[in-house]
């Protein structure tokens, strides 16, 4: 694939993501609306679980237009006329290398910010639960314990509302890795997620080593680009599934 090809189709990817600032949002007249609720102690109050879901949206919506800013960036630093004439798989050799790094990288977190949110949505829609070790009774999953690798694991109870999108997402997150193919590369989510972690927790995959602490060639940049970019239509597209059954539930529950 050209050059121009490649920004043409990373774009267009891109693109195929939107948010709409008006959805979970309730009008009272013209121009007021509700701002926020706050229930009781062990009381739900009138519209709290529609706030719970403006909260995510407007999360995501502020989480979309920060990776928009980074995807743009990384494929300007990426396609520059540096970075294509002298990469070089040992050293950074320019100022535009760098910085292309800096915005995938942005991008490669924010993006696994983005599952986490998905599994978030699930939790909340269909009210998952886990059994509490004191008590042995069953009890809600708490915001901090949700695990989007736990969440849509089809083995596990927490999918047991949603077992056929749970082998869906699995299946994806587990996917064998292929980037022989045209188009979407396979196991997407399975490379971002291991240069995150390794990022994290050793050191990072855009540096060249050799150290008995760790051997490594960095790719080029537009690697990792179209893989993080890949990954975050996927999960976009899995968070918009889940958002049109929520509005669907929250219209139903108004009428």
Same mark, same amino acid.
């Not at 102690?41 to 519209?47: G, L, Q, T, V």
């Given at each position: 694939m050209s050059e121009n090809k490649e920004v043409e189709y990373l774009k267009k990817k891109i693109s195929e993501v939107s948010y709409n600032s008006e959805r979970f949002k309730l009008h009272f007249g013209e121009d007021r609306f509700l701002f926020g609720? #706050?229930?009781?102690? %062990?009381? *739900? @109050?009138? !519209?709290?679980? /529609?706030? $719970?879901? $403006?909260? #995510?949206?407007?999360? /995501?919506? %502020? /989480? %979309?237009w920060k990776l928009k800013i980074s995807f743009e960036k990384g494929i300007k630093y990426t396609y520059s006329k540096p970075v294509q004439d002298n990469f070089s798989i040992v050293h950074i050799n320019s100022k535009e290398e760098k910085? &292309?790094? =800096?915005?995938?990288?942005? &991008?490669? !977190?924010?993006?696994?910010?983005?599952?986490?949110?998905l599994a978030q949505l699930y939790c909340l829609f269909y009210q998952i639960k886990k059994i509490d070790e004191k008590t042995k009774n069953e009890v809600l999953i708490q915001q901090n314990e949700v695990? =989007? $690798?736990?969440? !849509?694991?089809p083995k /596990?109870? !927490?999918?047991?509302?949603?077992?056929?999108? @749970?082998?869906?997402?699995?299946?994806?997150?587990?996917? *064998?890795?292929d980037t022989s193919i045209e188009g979407e590369w396979k196991g997407n989510h399975q490379c971002t997620n291991k240069c995150r972690n390794k990022m994290t927790h050793r050191n990072s995959p855009n540096i060249s080593v050799i150290s008995d602490y760790d051997l490594n060639f960095k790719?080029?940049?537009s690697v990792l680009l179209k893989? #993080? #970019? *890949?990954?975050?239509?996927?999960?976009? $597209?899995?968070? +918009? *599934?889940?958002l049109d059954e929520i509005e669907k539930?929250?219209?139903? +529950?108004?009428?």
């Open positions: 609720v #706050i229930s009781p102690k %062990d009381d *739900e @109050a009138p !519209f709290s679980k /529609l706030m $719970k879901y $403006k909260t #995510i949206y407007d999360t /995501l919506i %502020d /989480l %979309d910085l &292309a790094y =800096y915005y995938i990288e942005n &991008a490669l !977190f924010r993006t696994s910010s983005l599952w986490d949110m695990y =989007y $690798k736990k969440i !849509f694991n /596990l109870s !927490f999918s047991n509302k949603f077992k056929d999108k @749970a082998i869906n997402i699995y299946n994806y997150l587990y996917q *064998e890795d790719s080029h940049p893989r #993080i #970019i *890949e990954d975050y239509v996927v999960v976009s $597209k899995y968070i +918009n *599934e889940i539930q929250m219209i139903s +529950n108004i009428e």
